[in-house]
């Protein structure tokens, strides 16, 4: 995963107690206000630093902003090195793919929102839009492999591009997210639930 330029490393970054919390302050603050509202002080007073620490880690807003995505991303994508994923049947691994993707807690919600917060500055710095591809790409291929794997074992039916199947779902996935996410009263999240399992069903055939 490419990540902005900056101090940052993964190995680094999971052992740097500091950052992790200013990771978990600035999504907080960036879901809670948009990134154009938010402050070095509010992320600061929330993590219990000075401004000069956020300063340190965080060379940009635009910087906060992807790294304060890729960490509700890894953090929420936690449960798939689970050993009792690798566990389950390739239906019930799909299945709980698809749930932990939808906005059912705060954390896969601050996601979405923060998501929303980066598009709102791709135009302007398109180095955004790159780092999210790459963490997107990701996310499809895993779930297109889910699929293959599916099809080879006889559970699903289908002909068509696994990689394709999973795109169909991904969108259907983030279409339906996005406005329950932002608290969208035509968009609950028993809907979203409903809309995207019964297009997986009918997309995957289920026996």
């Known amino acids: 995963m490419t990540r902005p330029e900056g101090r940052e490393g993964s190995a680094q970054e999971?052992?740097?107690?500091s950052l992790i919390h200013l990771l978990q302050a600035a999504c907080e603050t960036v879901s809670r206000l948009g990134v154009a509202a938010t402050r070095i002080e509010d992320i600061?007073?929330?993590a219990k630093v000075s401004p000069a620490t956020v300063h340190y880690y965080f060379h940009s807003k635009e910087d906060l902003l992807l790294r304060s995505l890729l960490w509700a991303n890894s953090e929420s994508a936690k449960w798939i090195t689970d050993p009792t994923f690798e566990q389950m049947g390739v239906l019930e691994r799909l299945c709980a793919f698809v749930q932990r993707s939808l906005?059912?807690?705060?954390?896969?919600?601050?996601?979405?929102?923060?998501?929303?917060?980066?598009?709102?500055?791709?135009r302007c710095h398109p180095e955004l839009l790159r780092s999210w591809e790459e963490y997107n790409e990701r996310w499809i291929g895993q779930l297109a492999e889910l699929v293959a794997e599916g099809?080879?074992?006889?559970?699903?039916?289908?002909?068509?591009?696994?990689?394709?199947?999973?795109?169909?779902?991904?969108?259907?996935?983030?279409?339906?997210?996005?406005?329950?996410a932002m608290?969208?009263?035509?968009?609950?999240?028993?809907?979203?639930r409903t809309l995207v399992f019964d297009f997986v069903e009918n997309r995957v055939a289920l026996p």
Do not use: K
């Open 14 to 17: 999971v052992a740097d107690t």
């Open 151 to 180: 099809v080879r074992q006889g559970v699903f039916r289908t002909d068509d591009d696994p990689d394709i199947i999973a795109r169909q779902i991904v969108c259907i996935s983030d279409g339906a997210s996005i406005p329950c």
């Open 103 to 122: 906005p059912m807690d705060r954390l896969r919600i601050n996601e979405y929102l923060i998501e929303v917060e980066l598009w709102t500055q791709v």
């Open 44 to 46: 600061a007073r929330i």
């Open 183 to 192: 608290g969208a009263e035509s968009m609950p999240i028993d809907r979203v």
